[in-house]
């Protein structure tokens, strides 16, 4: 089992960043590969980024490429993401996940996080 808690959300005026961490317990994180997702309201979960087990490869949705980053750290368990120039439509509740294989699927994610609520105002 892995339990994994996210952090780092908050509210932030466009244009301004944030840095989201997702700290894993229970078992170690470099068995995994990592994704980020988000949940806007009255909307369903989307792929956000998505990191191999050893950083090696990642992987972004079209509308965060140059402005998010997606990184790790298995010596501390924990995975991060930059956002940088974040605009109103950024905001949504953002959630790890653990999984075997990178992915942009939700179900191939085994782990989940309960989220942090990330609000970007205009």
């Known amino acids: 089992q892995v339990q994994l808690v996210e952090s780092g959300g908050g509210l932030v005026q466009a244009g301004g960043s944030l840095r989201l961490s997702c700290a894993a317990s229970?078992?170690?994180?470099?068995?995994?590969?990592m994704g980020w997702f988000r949940q806007a309201p009255g909307k369903g979960r989307e792929f956000v980024a998505a990191?191999?087990?050893?950083?090696?490869?990642?992987d972004y949705r079209e509308s965060v490429k140059g402005r998010f980053t997606i990184s790790r750290s298995n010596a501390r368990n924990t995975v991060y993401l930059q956002m940088n120039s974040l605009t109103p439509e950024d905001t949504a509740v953002y959630s790890c996940?653990?999984?075997?294989?990178?992915?942009?699927?939700?179900?191939?994610?085994?782990?989940w996080g309960q989220g942090t609520q990330v609000t970007v105002s205009s």
């Open positions: 990191i191999n087990w050893n950083g090696g490869s990642t």
């Open positions: 229970g078992r170690t994180l470099s068995s995994y590969a």
């Open positions: 996940a653990a999984g075997l294989h990178t992915s942009r699927i939700v179900s191939r994610y085994d782990y």
